[in-house]
């Protein structure tokens, strides 16, 4: 598992059920979301701990790649620095 910079910093994860049921729930009251900005997190997790998640609930090790942020940020700005072997198992294209 890649992990960005030292995994600690929480971020939102979503699931695709709560995505759905916040976008029925506004479509049902639009007056409560008009000209707003909306956050719609299913949790603020980080990445050590998703990491640990994954192992408590596999029972398997997870293998965690740190990967340092001045490196993340070069290739944000060069996607063409992104490792082969990163850019064949991403299941994102990049």
């Known amino acids: 598992m890649y992990i960005l910079g030292n995994g ?4 939102d994860w ?7 049921n916040f976008i029925a729930a506004t479509l049902a009251r639009p007056q409560d979301s008009k000209n707003k900005t909306l ?9 050590n701990r998703i990491a640990e998640m994954l192992e408590e609930y596999s029972g398997k090790k997870v293998e965690r790649v740190y990967v340092p942020m001045e490196e993340v940020h070069c290739v944000v700005e060069d996607p063409s620095l992104v490792p082969k072997e990163v850019a064949e198992s991403s299941k994102i294209p990049v």
């Open 14 to 20: 979503s699931s695709i059920s709560d995505i759905g």
């Open 39 to 47: 956050n719609f997190p299913s949790d603020t997790v980080s990445q």
């Open 8 to 11: 600690d910093v929480k971020v």
